[in-house]
T-cell receptor
Framework: DQQVKQNSPSLSVQEGRISILNCDYTNSMFDYFLWYKKYPAEGPTFLISISSIKDKNEDGRFTVFLNKSAKHLSLHIVPSQPGDSAVYFC????????????FGKGMKLTVNP | NAGVTQTPKFRILKIGQSMTLQCTQDMNHNYMYWYRQDPGMGLKLIYYSVGAGITDKGEVPNGYNVSRSTTEDFPLRLELAAPSQTSVYFCATGAQINEKLFFGSGTQLSVL
């Protein structure tokens, strides 16, 4: 049973436009969420996180929004750049983040020049 | 400062062979993890460790063993390789269990 779902396997956007990556979760105990970015032949790297006490967290071009009632979070990248082309993983944890991370399947973002 | 180093990067095994995937970190993190990533799938936790001498099973531990004799090293052992263990393996570390993880570059393993 998938507790963290990234239902769209891929997304293609034009450079300069907004990229919106979505993630849904089923476990109501999750209260800490992270996004990781992965380039081919490399390990994932941490991108941005959000605690359930917030509904938005921003870091430069990256913003994560959390809708607890809908059990949904999204990552916005504005403006998108070709270097953002990668696989993005959503991850979640419970107990204030003290539980182990549960990862989604990932979504491949392609930003076209 | 190398961070998290995994060796080897690639390996082909025959069914029934054994091997050890090495993971070394120089970040002085207590928490270390082994994940596998199958094509089109997310990361599945195999084993983890909260400190030297302490290990515990993750979501998919069958067919694997680990040890943690030092803070720096967390090797993953495959005893009798099976085709189902064909995957990319990632080692990761964290300062706390809920901290952002730092991943190695991965080991691509094929069992034929």
């Amino acid at each position: 049973d998938q507790q963290v779902k990234q239902n769209s396997p891929s997304l293609s956007v034009q450079e300069g436009r907004i990229s919106i990556l979505n993630c849904d979760y089923t476990n109501s105990m999750f209260d800490y969420f992270l996004w990781y970015k992965k380039y081919p032949a490399e390990g994932p790297t941490f991108l941005i996180s959000i605690s359930s006490i917030k509904d938005k967290n921003e870091d430069g071009r990256f913003t994560v929004f959390l809708n607890k009632s809908a059990k949904h979070l999204s990552l916005h990248i504005v403006p998108s750049q070709p270097g953002d082309s990668a696989v993005y993983f959503c991850a979640a944890s419970a107990q204030g983040g003290s539980e182990k991370l549960v990862f989604g399947k990932g979504m491949k973002l392609t930003v076209n020049p | 400062n190398a961070g998290v180093t995994q060796t080897p990067k690639f390996r082909i095994l025959k069914i029934g062979q054994s091997m050890t995937l090495q993971c070394t970190q120089d970040m002085n993190h207590n928490y270390m993890y082994w994940y596998r990533q199958d094509p089109g799938m997310g990361l599945k936790l195999i084993y983890y460790s909260v400190g030297a001498g302490i290990t515990d099973k993750g979501e998919v531990p069958n067919g694997y063993n680990v040890s943690r004799s030092t803070t720096e090293d967390f090797p993953l052992r495959l005893e009798l390789a099976a085709p189902s263990q064909t995957s990319v393996y990632f080692c990761a570390t964290g300062a706390q269990i809920n901290e952002k993880l730092f991943f190695g570059s991965g080991t691509q393993l094929s069992v034929l």
